[in-house]
């Protein structure tokens, strides 16, 4: 199994980036799949996750401090989940994570099976 994250970079506040995880090993379509992250000093915390449902449905579901801003999107044909950040604060500034588990409507503190690398995002004038 393997998560791989892309799309990290230096931006500017009040710009925009688009992370993306690329997944193998795992039957995508089946799976709960959130983005985390971590920032220096800070405990990771959960971001946002397409959480399935069943069948091919699926509830996106973000933290308070990124709703209006961020928005997930999976692409189950490609096994790719994307994370597109707008209105970028110093805040978000963090290693982000992927990470996938094969359980329904799992808490936003749920145990996630899987995890990649992570991918940095610094904003910074």
């Known amino acids: 199994v393997q998560l791989v994250e892309s799309g990290g970079d230096l931006v500017q506040p009040g710009g925009s980036l688009t992370l993306s995880c690329a997944v193998s090993?795992?039957?995508?379509?089946?799976?709960?799949m959130a983005w985390f992250r971590q920032a220096p000093g800070k405990e990771r915390e959960f971001v946002a996750s397409s959480n399935w449902i069943g069948s091919n449905i699926y509830t996106p579901d973000y933290t308070d401090s990124v709703k209006g801003r961020f928005a997930i999107s999976r692409h189950n044909a490609e096994r790719t989940v994307d994370l597109e950040m707008k209105g970028l604060t110093h805040d978000d500034t963090a290693v982000y994570y992927c990470?996938?588990?094969?359980?329904?409507?799992?808490?936003?503190?749920?145990?996630?099976?899987?995890w990649g690398q992570g991918t940095q995002v610094t904003v910074s004038s």
């Open positions: 090993g795992l039957t995508f379509s089946r799976q709960t």
């Open positions: 990470a996938a588990t094969g359980r329904r409507e799992v808490p936003r503190d749920h145990e996630y099976d899987y």
